[in-house]
Structure formats: structure tokens, C-alpha cells
């Protein structure tokens, strides 16, 4: 049968996680306490609503609705100044490479983020026409680790999820793809995405060949 590629967008496309942890930690300051980049591993891949109850659980703080709300916005805000400027020099290396591979060989594509602010990042670093889909923060209901984000893109794209081949750097994303009984590429550091089937540190370590091995029919 055919198979399909899915890409998670932060971390895996763009260099974005760096944006989102520096909006988190000036919340976090202004709340009065430290948010540090270990921390930030748990961020990666979660939804904003899920970041910010963590993020407050990490401070010892309870808000009211209206307040989380308003830290909400304020967080996103902040994250839209950070990436306002954003342009084709924050794609990851060989990110062009692999899809222009991918499209070349007639493979469908989708992007499966758990970010509301997929499309415009997307536009931003002209990439937006690779993707056959988009399933992002806006049509899901449930964050990863809960697979219906990669579920939807497999639908989508008409296919069975065992066909389907992720590329996730959070370890959300790898348990979201695994339940999801697809198979997982993590993107970054071995001991941090053990549960993934292959692990690189980038995609200047995978070749064509092995994108070849990872397209081949299964039965
Ligand atoms: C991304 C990031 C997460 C972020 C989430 C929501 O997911 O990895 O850190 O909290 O999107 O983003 P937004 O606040 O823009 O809706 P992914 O799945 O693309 O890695
Ligand atoms: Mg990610």
C-alpha cells in the first residue's frame, strides 16, 4: 500500500521551541519564579492550555479562569512578537531537501502540529505548499500524547495509520505516534526519544536511502 509522511512542525521543521520557551520563562518571571530549558522539554509538543497549567503547577500557583485566560493571550502575544520576522533562514537543515525527496517519489504529505499558529509559520518560511494536509492546534481536541492529531492527518490523506511515518522531537509526539500504531522518527537526542523507533539528531544525518527502506510497500 502507499505510505505517508507526517511532519510535527516545532522542532522538526523550525527551530521554533526557542520562541515558545522564551514566552514561557518572561511569564514566568514576571510571576516571580525561574522556568528553565530542561523544564522546557516537558513544554514540547504539549498544547498552550496544557504548557500553561504546568507552567503554573512549576511556580505554586492557582489562577482564577479569567486570569489563565489573560496569561494565555499574553504568552501567545509574546510568542507572535518573537516570530513576527520570521523567514525561510529558520528551516532546519535539509528540511527542503527531504520534502522536495518526499514530493518527488509522490508521497502524500501532512503536517500534524499541535500549534494554532501552524499556517502562518508555515507561509512565513514557504513551505506551506508541500503539505497535501495541515492538522493543526485548531482541529484537535486532545494533545499529544493522545494520538487524534496524527490519526486525523492518516484520514485525511486517506491512509492506514500503520502507513503512516512520523517525524516528532518531543517525546509527547513520539507516544502520540506509536499510539497512533504508526511508525515514529524522532528528531533530536536518543536518550530523550527512546520510545521512538529511529532516532536522529537532524536530517543531515538521514539519507535518501533510508527515506527509500521507510516508503517501501508493506503488505
Ligand atoms: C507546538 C510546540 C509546543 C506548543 C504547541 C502549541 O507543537 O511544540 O511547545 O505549546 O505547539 O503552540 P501554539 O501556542 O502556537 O498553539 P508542535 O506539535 O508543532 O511541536
Ligand atoms: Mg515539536
Known amino acids: 500500500a502507499q505510505c505517508g509522511f507526517i511532519f510535527d512542525l516545532d522542532g522538526v521543521i523550525v527551530d521554533t521551541a526557542k520562541y ?7 511569564l514566568a518571571n514576571e510571576l516571580g519564579f525561574e522556568f528553565t530549558q530542561e523544564q522546557n522539554e516537558m513544554f514540547k509538543g504539549v ?7 504546568i507552567l503554573l503547577q512549576i ?3 492557582t489562577a482564577s479562569e479569567e486570569q489563565f ?3 494565555m493571550v499574553e504568552k501567545n502575544t509574546d510568542y507572535l512578537a518573537y516570530i513576527a520576522h520570521m523567514d525561510a533562514t529558520e528551516i532546519l537543515p535539509e528540511v527542503p531537501k527531504v520534502l522536495e525527496y518526499l514530493k ?3 508521497i502524500p504529505l501532512a503536517l500534524g502540529s499541535a500549534s494554532k499558529n501552524a499556517v502562518p509559520i508555515l507561509e512565513k518560511v ?4 508541500y503539505f497535501d494536509i495541515i492538522i493543526d492546534g485548531n482541529q484537535v481536541t486532545k494533545a499529544k500524547p493522545d494520538p487524534e492529531v496524527f490519526l ?4 485525511q490523506l486517506g491512509l492506514a495509520p500503520q502507513h503512516c511515518v512520523v517525524f516528532e522531537d518531543a517525546v509527547a ?5 506509536n499510539t497512533a500504531g504508526m511508525v515514529s522518527i524522532g528528531i533530536g537526542e536518543k536518550e530523550v526519544l527512546n520510545e521512538a523507533h529511529y532516532v536522529f539528531n537532524d536530517f543531515t544525518e538521514i539519507t535518501l536511502q533510508f527515506l527509500d527502506q521507510l516508503m517501501k510497500p508493506t503488505p
Do not use: D
Open 126 to 129: 514557504h513551505l506551506k505548499e
Open 20 to 26: 515558545h520557551y522564551l514566552a514561557w520563562k518572561k
Open 173 to 177: 509526539g513520539i507516544q502520540a505516534a
Open 59 to 61: 511556580g505554586g500557583i
Open 69 to 71: 485566560n489573560t496569561w
Open 47 to 53: 498544547s498552550r492550555k496544557r504548557c500553561l497549567e
Open 104 to 106: 518527488k517519489m509522490n
Open 152 to 155: 486525523k492527518a492518516a484520514k
